[in-house]
């Protein structure tokens, strides 16, 4: 099996391209009526399945590979539909150039928010269900017999009544000038053969093998390299700088100002450019947010605790006369940090700037936002643009909406006009201009009467809005509220709260800091479902009921909710005796449409050192492509969530963030990890979930829930490490 387009020889089909000499993927070619073709003459069915003549099977994946297996279980979906044999299916990128220019027939390039094939789904099963439907048309009318006593399977297609069998690679000619099908049917997912099945990824033998090209591996003829600074002090400029010394160092081509913020160093290699941009002198205008501290945030979020102005995300009943009249109440206050995305692959782009034509080569989550930044920045129209996607060597929401990184190598490139410029962020550039998980505190009390019923609860939440800084018109139009904050305690929708409480108030007193936020994966359900689902434990413990029990009370109306908890809980044998020494706990939430759980089984040594010796993960997605990928979802979510809980934090100093590199910020090991149990229930019905985000959100308030069971601490703000707690 082979994957993304090899880039080598992608390359040169697009510079080749880029000068004149080369096919461009999806251009229409005189080689038939109305026929286009792929790059290398193969003939397009259409947008999502090119044939070669060999029965080779190139899936068109618009949405980006970043790890996660999203290309993979695509062009399962896709395969399922075309029966085609799966042996010989490949997938390859569309550019958002060919997506404008034919009027985004691919649709959503956007690979976040667990979105990846939840929301691809319909469409692409639809394209493979329709090329089939070409396809065995074509060769019916090679027969001339009636479509309908013909069948495929496997690449092949036979006719049942006189047994003559043709392949896909020697029809697809033909079909690809037809009319595509107006009726297209979709199989049950009972009858799944390829989807839903545990198949092997298609990029795992690239990968293990070296062959495997990330973006700041990408080379180009006469390419060069930079290197740049941006001011540490989000919201500072450049003021002046001494290009002099820089200049005459060895393969240096150019110094330069990007943009009113950050200096660059073009040179021969990216060292050479990293070590002229260190012997710089640079003046930063850092204004007012140097005097911004992790302090002085704190301070501000506090205030908005008791603040009388809120935005209210879910609402029933009257919460605060419950709390007035209340004969007990519980109250808690919790906080959680900025976090950063550190993917392994710091931030990067290559550009090429003519004035007739502007490319970049881009690790990105979506093509489009890519494709807008490298508009804005060249200048030029849409029709002398092209990004090219290549994977991600990490994701986690920092290469989505932010393409800061893109507009800077564009910038860049025209200053070197016709020359191919790869711009790499260093590790310290990358941690310093991150777009942070938000900081966020939260208040929770609880109202019990006398006979310890849970009368009514109130919720308020005070931090930083994402959609505040990144689509402020989302906010405008929501009245100044940002419905993204109340993930996993939301009202409605697929990140609805997963109890009925009644007199329930959740509101949010927006407290934005200089810091800019971003979508950290999971986003706010991280910390609402360590905010809410530890509280639960508190609720439970006043009340003098089992934390399960406690739960199951509020859980009626919701049984896919309830239906992962009980399954968590069965599994880690909760209600049995755990194994001397060790403790229990759980948690639950919906968030991007699945239903997760967590069971968590620890001990604690000296009354700080943590061992999890397991964590048991359920998870209903609606329908599972790949499960064997799921299964690997779920453990890396929890590596995530679990080095978060211990050990991550940024924190501000000066107004600019204090962690620079892997020493600083942590992440756990793999002697560290526990044993993850997954299950995957999916129930089926008209809603897909995601699966890469979601279940990252429930590991660490399990493992604080099981904490306290340890050692009757009740822990309310992380990372752990602030309060001395080590995990081994």
């Not at 993927?25 to 038939?32: D, E, Q, S, T, V």
């Not at 160092?249 to 260190?278: P, S």
């Not at 995305?341 to 490319?359: G, I, L, Q, S």
Request: aromatic share 8%; glycine share 10%; hydrophobic share 40%.
């Amino acid at each position: 099996m082979t994957t993304m387009p090899k880039i080598n020889r992608r390359t040169f089909l697009l510079s080749t391209a880029a000068a004149g000499g080369g096919l461009a993927l999806g251009l229409r070619l005189p080689f038939g009526p109305e026929v286009v073709r792929a790059a290398d003459g193969s003939p397009e069915i259409n947008a999502w399945v090119v044939i070669r003549p060999d029965d080779t099977v190139v899936v068109r994946v618009a949405r980006s590979e970043m790890g996660q297996g999203t290309i993979t279980g695509l062009a399962q979906l896709v395969a399922e539909e075309l029966e085609c044999n799966w042996a010989k299916v490949t997938t390859e990128y569309p550019t958002p150039g060919q997506n404008v220019a034919r009027k985004r027939v691919w649709g959503d390039f956007s690979t976040g928010g667990s979105r990846g094939i939840r929301m691809s789904h319909e469409y692409v099963r639809q394209g493979g269900a329709a090329a089939r439907m070409m396809l065995v048309q074509a060769a019916a009318n090679q027969w001339k017999v009636p479509a309908a006593e013909c069948s495929a399977a496997n690449s092949v297609i036979t006719h049942k009544a006189s047994g003559r069998k043709t392949t896909y690679g020697k029809v697809a000619e033909a079909a690809a000038k037809l009319e595509p099908p107006k009726d297209v049917k979709l199989k049950d997912s009972k009858d799944w053969k390829i989807a839903g099945k545990s198949m092997k990824r298609l990029d795992t033998l690239d990968k293990v093998t070296g062959k495997q090209v990330y973006g700041f591996d990408l080379k180009l003829p006469g390419m060069l390299n930079a290197a740049i600074i941006e001011c540490p002090v989000f919201g500072g400029k450049v003021k002046s700088f001494d290009a002099a010394k820089a200049s005459g160092m060895k393969g240096v081509k150019k110094v330069l100002q990007v943009g009113d913020t950050a200096v660059a160093v073009v040179a021969d290699t990216w060292w050479h450019a990293k070590t002229a941009l260190d012997a710089l002198t640079i003046v930063w205008d850092e204004g007012p947010n140097a005097k911004v501290s992790s302090a002085s945030i704190a301070e501000v979020l506090k205030a908005g605790l008791g603040a009388e102005q809120a935005f209210v995300g879910n609402q029933s009943g009257d919460a605060k006369a419950a709390l007035a009249g209340a004969a007990k109440k519980i109250e808690a206050v919790y906080s959680y940090p900025y976090q950063n995305h550190v993917c392994m692959e710091p931030m990067n782009a290559t550009a090429r700037f003519t004035p007739d034509k502007c490319e970049v080569w881009v690790p990105t989550q979506d093509g489009e936002s890519s494709f807008a930044a490298l508009l804005s920045a060249s200048g030029l129209p849409a029709d002398k643009c092209e990004v090219y996607k290549i994977n991600l060597g990490g994701g986690f929401g920092r290469r989505g909406a932010f393409q800061d990184y893109v507009t800077q190598a564009v910038r860049i490139a025209k200053e070197m006009p016709g020359t191919p410029v790869k711009l790499l962020w260093s590790r310290e550039e990358d941690m310093r201009q991150g777009r942070f998980h938000p900081v966020m505190q939260c208040k929770l009390t609880g109202a019990f009467d006398a006979s310890n019923n849970l009368t009514g609860l109130h919720m308020r939440l005070s931090g930083q809005s994402i959609l505040a800084a990144v689509r402020p018109a989302v906010v405008e139009k929501d009245k100044g509220r940002d419905a993204l904050s109340f993930q996993g305690v939301f009202e409605t929708g697929e990140h609805s709260f997963g109890y009925t409480i009644p007199n329930l108030l959740i509101d949010h007193a927006m407290r934005n800091t200089h810091v800019p936020p971003g979508f950290w994966r999971g986003v706010n359900i991280n910390q609402n479902a360590i905010f809410f689902e530890c509280f639960m434990d508190e609720l439970a413990q006043a009340a003098g009921q089992d934390p399960l029990e406690f739960r199951r009370k509020f859980m009626a109306g919701h049984p896919r909710n309830l239906g992962v908890l009980n399954a968590v809980a069965e599994r880690i044998g909760w209600g049995k005796p755990a194994p001397k020494g060790r403790f229990r706990g759980l948690a639950q939430m919906k968030a991007f449409n699945s239903y997760v759980a967590a069971a968590a089984e620890i001990s604690v040594a000296g009354g700080n050192k943590v061992k999890i010796h397991r964590i048991v993960g359920a998870t209903d997605c609606g329908y599972a492509v790949n499960p064997a990928q799921i299964d690997r979802q779920v453990a890396g979510s929890f590596v995530y969530g679990l080095s978060a809980l211990f050990m991550e934090e940024c924190t501000v100093k000066d107004g600019r963030i204090e962690q620079e590199n892997f020493n600083t910020y942590d992440s756990m090991r793999i002697a560290q990890m526990p044993r993850v149990e997954s299950i995957i229930m999916p129930t089926g019905g008209a809603i897909w979930g995601g699966v890469g985000e979601p279940t990252i959100c429930v590991a660490a308030p399990a493992v604080l829930n099981a904490f306290f069971q340890a050692t009757g601490k009740r822990i309310r703000s992380v990372p752990l490490k602030n309060h001395g707690i080590q995990l081994v």
